[in-house]
């Protein structure tokens, strides 16, 4: 079974936290990042999010967050297609 949506948000979380890795202190960056990761707008409630090992969670979080989109897209496009071809 093809999961083009789960593979392709998994890079893309993937890609987004490594270039807030390497750009971080570039607004842009900083203000992407922070605009696109989920986990990132709720771990300033938990913890203090300049300390690495809390910034390795959040990227942690950021790729699962974005496979698990991925993986409803693709689940969901599948129950469709198989809907119509039991139809």
């Known amino acids: 079974m093809r999961k083009p949506f ?3 948000l998994t890079v893309f979380g ?3 936290c490594l270039v807030h890795f390497i750009g971080h202190e570039y607004d842009p ?3 992407l990042f922070y605009s696109l ?3 990132a707008w709720i771990a300033p409630a938990f ?3 300049t300390r690495i090992s809390t910034v390795v969670i959040i990227y942690l979080l950021t790729i ?3 496979t698990l ?3 409803i897209i693709d689940y969901s496009i599948a129950r469709i297609r198989s809907g119509r071809s039991a139809a």
């Open 64 to 66: 699962a967050t974005y």
């Open 14 to 16: 993937a890609l987004l």
């Open 29 to 31: 960056i900083y203000l």
């Open 6 to 8: 789960t593979l392709g």
């Open 47 to 49: 913890g203090d999010v």
């Open 69 to 71: 989109i991925g993986y």
């Open 37 to 39: 990761s989920v986990p």
